[in-house]
């Protein structure tokens, strides 16, 4: 069973439309994040939900607007896509806030990628 | 400058010893943490240390942190072509550029 999964894996799509990227794990982490890779694979946190609430909102446009309906979902919405937004978007979870304490380390788990390319 | 910093390139015959170097500038995390990306997908955990710690073993891989410098190193030990592959820093949330790391036979 993947432990986080997202869809699409691949999303075209024209300038100026609105898209959706699901994300789900199934460890029962408490913490879940987006991150954006560049074509220069610079990887950017993006969000962070710990528990459905918002603890990490980096500089990123108004247009891109997170939702976690429950600890295991973190779905990220985008308006009005632009071509700078062609990336791959990761999600990815950790047992409690990456950096923090744990006895396991809050290592992060990552999903596989959305290859987002907008024409 | 950027918050976690790595070097973005380095290229290794098989069979000799990766070194990987990183520097951060937030000491306040517990945890430092080495991620492997292949091409294609997306970032695995491949260790990380506590704060508290200076080195770490886990078989061929060695990570020592000088967390007076706030420098974190990855030691890979007899390369091998499957470790090819991006290699990242984080502290936390943060990250890295990545190195790219090409083994050549």
């Known amino acids: 069973d993947t432990a986080v999964s997202q869809t699409p894996k691949y999303l075209v799509t024209q300038m100026g439309n609105d898209k959706s990227i699901k994300c789900e794990q199934n460890l029962g982490h408490d913490t879940m994040y987006w991150y954006k890779q560049d074509s220069k694979k610079f990887l950017k946190i993006m969000f962070s939900?710990?528990?459905?609430?918002?603890?990490i909102n980096e500089t990123v446009p108004n247009r891109f607007s997170p939702k976690s309906p429950d600890k295991a979902h973190l779905n990220l919405h985008i308006n009005s896509l632009e071509l700078g937004d062609s990336a791959v978007y990761f999600c990815?979870?950790?047992?409690?806030?990456?950096?923090?304490?744990?006895?396991?380390?809050?290592?992060?788990?990552f999903g596989p990628g959305t290859r987002l390319t907008v024409l | 400058g950027e918050d976690v910093e790595q070097s973005l390139f380095l290229s290794v015959r098989e069979g000799d010893s990766s070194v990987i170097n990183c520097t951060y500038t937030?000491?306040?995390?517990?945890?430092l943490y080495w991620y492997k990306q292949e091409p294609g997908a997306g970032l695995q955990l491949l260790t990380y240390i506590f704060s508290n710690m200076d080195m770490k073993q886990d078989q061929r891989l060695t990570v020592l942190l000088n967390k007076k410098d706030k420098h974190l190193s990855l030691r890979i030990a007899d390369t091998q072509t499957g470790d090819s592959a991006i290699y990242f820093c984080?502290?936390?949330?943060?990250f890295g550029a990545g190195t790219q790391v090409v083994v050549t036979p």
């Open positions: 937030d000491s306040s995390s517990t945890y």
């Open positions: 990815a979870s950790s047992r409690g806030l990456a950096g923090g304490f744990s006895s396991s380390g809050n290592e992060q788990f």
């Open positions: 984080a502290e936390s949330s943060k």
């Open positions: 939900y710990n528990n459905k609430e918002l603890i």
